[in-house]
């Protein structure tokens, strides 16, 4: 079985995908690297050259792409904005539940999202935060120690 990690940019899901993936000897995938290799672009490139909605449909076809079916796949924080990518999602969707006071502090280190050049952070979560729970199979809270986190979801599993 496949596992997706949804949830907003800067909610853990790259860091908990790789974890997890190591611990249960699965697959890691992240799928906006799929769409850069496939692309040849970066995510920026794309955003600034053909806008969101190409990204949306080079996103889709990715989740299309994935023939795996023991992989850990961290998805990009817009996944759910799509409506028809939850059938693509074959397998257990985990929403990594996290507070916007601890998006921020973690995305005060990272690289600038390309969408938040245009909106804040609140807008996109009051946008999604429905999405992310209609397409989840279970919510996971991430506001603590990443650690834990993967053991809460490694004793869902079990
Ligand atoms: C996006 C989040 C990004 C990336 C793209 C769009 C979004 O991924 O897919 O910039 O719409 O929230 P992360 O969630 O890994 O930052």
């Known amino acids: 079985m496949n596992i997706y990690i949804i949830g907003m940019p800067g909610s ?5 995908a790789k974890q997890l993936a190591k611990n249960l000897n699965y697959t890691y995938i992240d799928l906006d690297a799929m769409i850069e290799k496939d692309s040849l672009m970066f995510i920026e490139e794309i955003f600034e050259k053909y806008g969101e909605k190409k990204f949306r449909e080079l996103e889709t076809n990715a989740l299309k792409e994935i023939n795996c079916d023991q992989a850990i ?14 059938e693509l999602m074959k397998g257990l969707k985990l929403y990594l ?4 006071t601890v998006i921020k502090k973690r995305l005060e280190s990272d690289y600038q999202r390309p969408l ?10 009051d946008d999604r935060f429905l999405k992310y729970q209609d397409f989840a ?3 996971i809270n991430n506001n603590y120690d990443i ?11 079990k």
């Not at 938040?116 to 979560?125: A, D, G, I, R, V």
Request: contains cysteine.
């Open 73 to 86: 796949i961290s998805c990009g924080g817009g996944v759910v904005t799509v409506k028809n990518n939850k």
């Open 116 to 125: 938040l050049k245009q909106t804040t952070l609140e807008q996109l979560y």
């Open 137 to 139: 199979d279970a919510i």
């Open 12 to 16: 853990g899901k790259t860091t908990i």
């Open 97 to 100: 539940d996290t507070d916007i």
């Open 147 to 157: 650690d834990q986190t993967v053991k809460v979801i490694e004793n869902y599993l």
